[in-house]
């Protein structure tokens, strides 16, 4: 038993204000999205690259602000392969735990690094107070969550649990997570190439996220 859901549920979603994106269904019925938080990363980052690379994929990438600081020619790279890249804050600041004022301010810290209006919030963890002050800040950031979560960064899961966390529930419009992290590493390296290749199969095109 884990402590967060694997596949969103839709009651949940309902609960959240409007203009929060969860998935993308609709006219893109081959397609899925894959996206990536939390780098970029020394040795994951790259890793994904390739991985991507090998199947003509699209991924999205997350950054944390302070991580494009310390690793500006990794993020280049993401650029440069034709991947969207998002904000996920400076330093990875928990909504629920942080005032309105220090969280927007952090947002704002990392688009110094980060070209994006695509946001997000580091654990889903946002306030309805928060959303509505980002969107008067800015109309045009685009506030996405997930409709699966893997769960790579769960030490108490195997690689193989990671994967079925994703075939099980993978659908054309999903937008899936996982971590270009350390702590993600071990789970990640295992799932990815073996989601990458499923969905090829498949016949289902991989994409970036649309800004």
Request: proline share 7%; hydrophobic share 35%.
């Amino acid at each position: 038993m884990t402590g967060y859901w694997v596949k969103t549920p839709l009651w949940f979603k309902k609960i959240f204000p409007k203009g929060i994106i969860w998935d993308i269904p609709g006219d893109r019925e081959s397609t899925v999205y894959l996206t990536f938080d939390d780098g970029p990363h020394p040795t994951a980052t790259p890793f994904v690259l390739e991985q991507l690379g090998k199947y003509n994929a699209g991924g999205t990438f997350f950054c944390v602000g302070n991580n494009v600081r310390c690793h500006p020619e990794i993020y280049e790279d993401i650029l440069k392969a034709g991947h969207s890249v998002g904000n996920h804050t400076y330093n990875h600041v928990n909504g629920w735990k942080a005032s309105n004022d220090h969280y927007l301010k952090n947002i704002e810290r990392a688009r110094k690094y980060i070209a994006s209006n695509a946001f997000r919030p580091p654990y889903g963890r946002i306030k309805f107070s928060q959303v509505r002050k980002l969107k008067q800040s800015n109309p045009g950031w685009k506030i996405y969550m997930w409709d699966i979560l893997c769960g790579d960064f769960d030490v108490n899961i195997t690689p193989e649990q990671c994967l079925d966390n994703v075939l099980t529930n993978i659908a054309p419009g999903s937008i899936i997570i996982f971590h270009d992290s350390i702590k993600a590493w071990e789970r990640m390296s295992y799932a990815l190439p073996r989601v990458l290749e499923y969905c090829q199969k498949q016949g289902w095109e991989m994409k970036s996220l649309p800004m």
